[in-house]
């Protein structure tokens, strides 16, 4: 089975601050995603990676950046957070290639800036 | 634009009947959808996909349908159950490994 893991399922941080929420993947895939889930609009996505130092911008990344040093490992990082930044984070995998497209998802980490 | 759409916010059916969830697209370079269920506080799950070479793929309770002329998809299940409620997506890929979700429909399964 695989298995996406997310450091927090629930995280609390003030206005200003630097956050950094972390996903790790025992599958040996090579895509990663992180998504924002929000009431009403589904999930969006923020950043992706094809591979170890690699990133892409999906469709919401400002106020966001991302790390891939590991394949294992993709860190969504908020340089800055924001109320509007709350929200439920999602991180996913795939192996990638076609015909390979289902993503795999973490728990989720529910983050809520103050 | 919305490429992915779940017109139907909720859907609300009796256990043991057919539950049905619509899904329309409007990207024909799409070639790939799947299904997804997510309960509270929890990540989505992986539920059944189909590829659009065919028009049907059925795993267990779960149908999902594929019209592509009418950018048409649909996933049924029978019989519904209880545990079933929770939040559906529909997701589309158009051969690259990003997917693109509509924005869901909850659906309530009641005894």
């Known amino acids: 089975d695989v298995k996406v893991t997310q450091s927090s399922r629930y995280l609390v941080k003030r206005t200003g601050e630097k956050v950094f929420l972390e996903c790790v993947q025992d599958?040996?895939?090579?895509?990663m995603f992180w998504y924002r889930q929000d009431p009403g609009l589904g999930l969006r996505l923020i950043y992706f990676s094809y591979d170890v130092k690699m990133k892409e911008k999906g469709d919401i990344p400002e106020g966001y950046s991302v790390s891939r040093e590991k394949k294992e490992r993709f860190s969504l990082i908020l340089e800055s957070a924001s109320t509007n930044q709350t929200s439920m984070y999602l991180c996913a995998s795939s192996l990638g290639g076609a015909g390979e497209e289902t993503q795999y998802f973490g728990p989720g980490t529910r983050l809520l800036v103050l | 634009d919305q490429q992915v759409k779940q017109n139907s916010p909720s859907l609300s059916v009796q256990e043991g009947r057919i539950s049905i969830l619509n899904c329309d697209y409007t990207?024909?370079?799409?070639?790939?959808f799947l299904w997804y269920k997510k309960y509270p506080a929890e990540g989505p799950t992986f539920l059944i996909s189909?590829?659009?070479?065919?028009d049907k793929n059925e795993d267990g309770r779960f149908t999902v349908f594929l019209n592509k002329s009418a950018k048409h998809l649909s996933l049924h299940i029978v019989p519904s159950q209880p545990g079933d409620s929770a939040v559906y997506f529909c997701?589309?890929?158009?051969?690259?490994?990003?997917?693109?979700f509509g924005k869901g429909t909850m659906l309530l399964v009641s005894p």
């Open positions: 997701a589309a890929s158009g051969g690259y490994s990003t997917l693109t």
């Open positions: 189909i590829s659009s070479i065919k």
């Open positions: 599958m040996d895939h090579e895509n």
């Open positions: 990207n024909s370079m799409f070639d790939y």
